[in-house]
Every structure is written in C-alpha cells, then in structure tokens.
C-alpha cells in the first residue's frame, strides 16, 4: 500500500500567488516525521519543510509553510507568493517511527509557475 | 551550492562493464543513503549507512553492491547491469536518528546513469 499519496501530478500557479500541493499518508505508528523536497530539473533535491507528529503547530519555512491536519493524515504544502523559480517538481515524504531511516516518497507534483 | 558531491554527474555504460558512483559529504553527518529515481516511480531508498553500518538494505538486487568506508564517503559499485537500471542515482545524507532525533537528509544532484 502507498504510504504518501500526491494527488496533483501537474499544478499551474501565477507569479505572486499562493499554490497548496497537496498530501496524505498512511501510517499507524504514532512517531512519525513529514518533509517536503523540491526538485528543479537540474536533479538535486532540495529540503524545504518538516514537520513532526507531535508538533503542535503548523512548520514554516519563509515562504514555505506546512499545513498539518493530523486527524485527516494530511500534510499540505503552501507556497506564498510564488516565484518563478519554484517550477520544480515537489515531493512529500514521510519517515515512520522513532528510530527508522527510511524515507517513503510521493510520486511528485510538477509546479509550473507562469509570469 | 550542496554539501553532498556526487561524481559521475553522467554515466553510460554496457551491461557487462564494471563501474563506481562515488558521493562525498561536507555537512558533518554520520549517516548515507542511496536512492533510486526511475520514471513515473517515487524515490526508492536502496541502502542506508549508520555510524559506518549498513542498517537499511531493501532488497536490492546484488550487481548492486554499496561500500561505506568512512562517514563521509559512500560508493555504489555497479556490475552486470540490466537496461532498467538506467535512473537517477541520488546520495544523501543526515545526523545519526540516535544523536539528534529527526533529521532531514540533504541530497547530492544525482548520477544520471544509463545502461546500453
């Protein structure tokens, strides 16, 4: 079973705008950590966000913010104020229990932003 | 600028050959991990070093063979590849789980390799 559902393969935004991309997991362990990457086409993959299970409030970043909604098992990402230089590919990951080191990705939502 | 350096960038090369892709960290980290980026596929995590100990190992088939030899080298050695091997090779790298609870791992830009 897919353990990180990204349900948005493209997504189109306008400069200066706000853009949500969207994920949900799937887990029972109660330990668990949430990250988001950010691929451009160049190939590396650049850490943007984390949030962790027990954290009570939402991640921000600078631009970046995470929207945690533990009960649904969601972990949005929100970009303000979209440049761009955010069209990338972006993945949402998760790592389960306290202890584990495997990160289990997202297929990717590709951000296209437009002038 | 990255703190985790992969090389070959690029690498072609025939099914019986043998090769090496090599990634070095600069961050301090005590933990590595290779990662398989095929298309329309999510990132595969191939192996995962510790403290110079391997601790994840996901059933990779075994012309894939990693090498740790300190904390801040990590080598894939390639032998008798198959053409659905050709993807994105990606090294990461993190603080220990046991020394600093959850990290977030910081990634190389990848070995684009290609299998003819």
């Given at each position: 079973a897919q353990k990180i559902t990204q349900t948005q393969p493209g997504m189109f935004v306008q400069e200066k705008e706000a853009v949500t991309l969207d994920c949900t997991y799937d887990t029972s362990d109660p330990s668990y950590g949430l990250f988001w990457y950010k691929q451009p086409s160049s190939g590396e993959m650049i850490f943007l966000i984390y949030q962790g299970s027990y954290d009570q409030q939402n991640?921000?970043?600078?631009?970046?913010?995470?929207?945690?909604?533990?009960?649904?098992?969601?972990?949005?990402?929100?970009?303000?104020?979209?440049?761009?230089?955010?069209?990338?590919?972006?993945?949402?990951?998760?790592?389960?229990?306290?202890?584990?080191?495997?990160?289990?990705f997202g297929k990717g939502t590709s951000l296209l932003v437009t002038p | 600028e990255t703190g985790v350096t992969q090389t070959p960038r690029h690498l072609v090369m025939g099914m019986t050959n043998k090769k090496s892709l090599k990634c070095e960290q600069h961050l301090g980290h005590n933990a590595m991990y290779w990662y398989k980026q095929s298309a329309k596929k999510p990132l595969e995590l191939m192996f995962v070093y510790s403290l110079e100990e391997r601790v994840e190992n996901n059933s990779v088939p075994s012309r894939f063979s990693p090498e740790c030899p300190n904390s801040s080298h990590l080598f894939l050695h390639l032998h008798t590849l198959q053409p659905e091997d050709s993807a994105l090779y990606l090294c990461a790298s993190s603080h220990a789980r046991t020394s600093r609870g959850d990290q977030p791992q910081h990634f190389g830009d990848g070995t684009r390799l290609?299998?003819?």
């Open positions: 991640a921000t970043e600078g631009r970046y913010s995470l929207n945690f909604q533990k009960a649904r098992k969601s972990a949005n990402l929100v970009i303000s104020a979209s440049q761009l230089g955010d069209s990338a590919m972006y993945f949402c990951a998760m790592r389960e229990g306290p202890t584990g080191y495997a990160l289990n | 290609s299998i003819l």
